[in-house]
């Protein structure tokens, strides 16, 4: 079955400090894999995506993910964690479906950054 | 600006008490879809249209209709509200799908069923 697994539901980090949070997925072919943040009261936001190429991909508010075919896994970094950054994060991937593609969420991982 | 607007944001309604949330985007996008949003399940999608006039069945559609009549809205109706339809929804649209675009989401609407 094709699914996408968020190992934790809570990171704690330190502001200053690296974090990671972990995203592995099962899916059929090549994968196309995302993560969305969600900041409280709001809807999800696109932070970045994989499609093909280099294994590690940067998007918004300094965020980056490292695809890692051989471990199924694209895990969500940053090198220095701000109070700011303290959200709800889903990692996504895409499955195809009969005429067209749907994207298939994570539980969801809480950041929580403490100053 | 480019948004996607969800209304209401808020309802508590009763057992079968017929309701509409409505979606609406201004970014000319062909793809919308509804999401439910649960505790420890993450999103998982209802409804998702390709188009005008062209809707499908998500993974869990059961006690949602939707139509798409225009380009820019996308309604979810919920004919006879249960209890287990409590939850936070959401709605999205993206150019022409998911596939290399991404989604934009709307605000979210909590619905509570008394």
């Known amino acids: 079955a094709q699914s996408v697994a968020q190992p934790e539901d809570q990171v704690n980090v330190a502001e200053g400090n690296p974090l990671t949070v972990k995203c592995t997925y099962s899916?059929?072919?090549?994968?196309?894999l995302f993560w969305y943040v969600q900041y409280p009261n709001r809807g999800l936001q696109f932070l970045l995506k994989?499609?093909?190429?280099?294994?590690l991909v940067k998007g918004s508010y300094g965020f980056e993910a490292e695809f890692n075919k051989s471990q199924t896994s694209f895990h969500l970094k940053k090198p220095s964690a701000l109070v700011s950054d303290s959200a709800l994060y889903f990692c996504?991937?895409?499955?195809?479906?009969?005429?067209?593609?749907?994207?298939?969420f994570g539980t969801g991982t809480r950041l929580q950054v403490f100053p | 600006e480019a948004q996607v607007t969800q209304n209401p944001r808020y309802l508590i309604t009763v057992t079968g008490k017929k309701l509409t949330v409505t979606c609406s985007q201004n970014?000319?996008?062909?793809?919308m879809s509804w999401y439910r949003q649960d505790p420890g399940l993450g999103l998982r999608q209802i409804y998702y249209?390709?188009?005008?006039?062209?809707?499908d069945k998500g993974d869990v559609p059961e006690g949602y209709k939707v139509s798409r009549k225009e380009k820019r809205n996308f309604p979810l109706i919920l004919e006879s509200p249960s209890p287990n339809q409590t939850s936070l929804y959401f709605c999205?649209?993206?150019?022409?799908?998911?596939?290399?675009?991404?989604?934009?989401f709307g605000e979210g609407s909590r619905l509570t069923v008394l």
């Open positions: 970014m000319n996008h062909e793809y």
């Open positions: 996504a991937v895409r499955v195809p479906v009969y005429n067209t593609d749907k994207l298939i």
């Open positions: 999205a649209s993206s150019v022409t799908g998911v596939s290399t675009g991404e989604l934009f």
């Open positions: 994989y499609i093909t190429g280099d294994n």
């Open positions: 249209s390709m188009n005008v006039e062209v809707t």
């Open positions: 899916v059929s072919g090549n994968p196309y």
